[in-house]
């Protein structure tokens, strides 16, 4: 494709590769592409000129927000447009509407909108207004930021003080991922290399276990948002210390989904649960809120067998995560992510989703962990935020997403999935087999 090089603002770094990949996926399984979601559960609506201001702000400074992400050769580029797209959006529930459905029906819509990849803005801003609900979504596309990433650009739009939210800039050094490479020799990142494709190859050796077996086509993605109460987020939290320690809580919650998953499906094929979860990379109390600082693919996997004993279970999750750290296998996927962003999006994303041995898909679920987010309630301009959760897109299989969060001391689910091959009724009777993993009411 002929495009002007002075319109490139930037390559896409390996880390947005993986993740560009995995939109390619979702994109061939008829959805709608890597859209991910923040939400903001607001107590009224909030100063509209203030919030306009700091989006524009926001776009002034980050211009990759406005940008269009293109393919010149073999790499993907993000690259001016001819005319910035529009950032901030209002979304009003008619006054004979009920709030919830409108809210819940808006963002839906919004994460399942289809829209040629060139053309989609890389982030968009949402307001939905209403006389019983209000909320401000941030939606984006995956290879623009993570999770992470995306909490930082709240942060920046719930600063009051302008001084401070100068502080937000671009990083100053090359993607982490190269950052991190350039600190090993070449055999050194061979050998990372090759650790990193054992311990690949050791994963599937066991066929992953698919959640649901229905074989129907993928229409659409749907979400189901569940938030424990502060007691009950208290006796999660200490049962995750007692099984997995401190520094495991996403631990916790994976293996009490694989218990879930294994007492709502007993009869579906495979030999074990596993399941993809991001390393953040990122530095401690980075400003840079994009630009890919982020994600190492690890896994958590267990036997079927295993499954069945919670005390079993989570001592192997454990010390399956300690033998990572040990044997530094978040490093040793860094050379494949940097391999990995020569490839096709298809042959990449092949590698990703599909197991060397059995070439069926490798993960039971998606998930996510952005722990706790230490925003101020009254921090967003003119309304208190009231909870929070995040969406995201997901394939078809495994078609199941669980994302959490902790806000104000309350542990929110969010589960994803993608119907017709799961329904709300089935995604109910999972939370309710999890709600009890969690509060360890089961043996």
């Not at 982030?123 to 019983?132: R, S, V, Y």
């Not at 066991?206 to 229409?219: D, M, R």
């Not at 902790?406 to 995604?427: C, D, G």
């Amino acid at each position: 494709m002929n495009i002007n090089k002075g319109n490139i603002l930037e390559k896409l770094n390996p880390a947005d590769c993986f993740t560009l990949a995995m939109d390619e996926e979702i994109r061939r399984d008829g959805l709608a592409g890597s859209q991910c979601g923040l939400v903001l559960e607001l107590s009224n609506c909030p100063d509209i000129t203030a919030l306009q201001q700091r989006i524009s702000e926001f776009s002034q400074r980050f211009p990759v927000a406005q940008a269009s992400l293109q393919q010149i050769g073999r790499h993907f580029y993000w690259c001016k447009r001819d005319a910035p797209p529009p950032l901030f959006f209002q979304h009003h529930c008619p006054n004979d509407g009920n709030g919830v459905d409108f809210q819940q029906a808006t963002i839906a819509r919004l994460m399942n909108h289809k829209q040629a990849r060139e053309t989609t803005p890389p982030i968009e801003f949402h307001l939905l207004t209403g006389t019983t609900r209000n909320a401000f979504v941030i939606r984006w596309i995956h290879p623009f930021c993570d999770a992470r990433g995306a909490d930082l650009i709240l942060k920046f739009l719930c600063t009051a003080d302008d001084a401070q939210r100068q502080q937000f800039g671009l990083p100053a050094t090359a993607p982490l991922v190269n950052v991190q490479l350039g600190k090993y020799r070449w055999w050194q990142k061979i050998n990372l290399l090759l650790k990193g494709k054992r311990y690949i190859t050791k994963l599937d050796s066991l066929q992953s276990i698919q959640p649901f077996a229905n074989g129907q086509p993928p229409q659409r993605l749907n979400y189901s948002v569940q938030r424990l109460s502060v007691a009950q987020t208290e006796q999660v939290n200490k049962l995750a210390r007692q099984y997995v320690g401190l520094t495991g809580t996403s631990l916790y919650y994976i293996g009490c989904l694989m218990r879930a998953l294994e007492k709502l499906q007993p009869d579906n094929p495979g030999e074990a649960y596993c399941a993809p979860y991001a390393f953040n990379l990122r530095k401690q109390r980075a400003l840079s809120p994009m630009i890919g600082n982020h994600v190492c693919a690890l896994f958590a996997q267990a036997p079927r067998s295993m499954v069945k004993d919670r005390q079993q279970l989570f001592g192997h999750l454990k010390q399956q995560n300690t033998q990572v750290i040990r044997q530094q296998l978040d490093y040793a996927f860094l050379p494949l992510m940097w391999a990995g962003s020569w490839l096709s999006l298809a042959e990449y994303g092949k590698t990703l989703r599909l197991s060397y041995g059995s070439g069926k898909e490798r993960s039971s679920f998606w998930f996510s962990d952005i722990g706790q987010l230490n925003l101020l309630a009254d921090s967003f301009p003119g309304a208190e935020i009231t909870g929070l959760f995040h969406t995201c897109q997901v394939t078809a299989p495994p078609a199941l997403a669980l994302l959490c969060c902790i806000y104000q001391s309350q542990l929110t689910l969010s589960y994803n999935f993608v119907e017709p091959i799961s329904t709300p009724e089935e995604i109910g009777k999972l939370h309710q087999l999890m709600l009890a993993e969690l509060l360890g009411e089961t043996q």
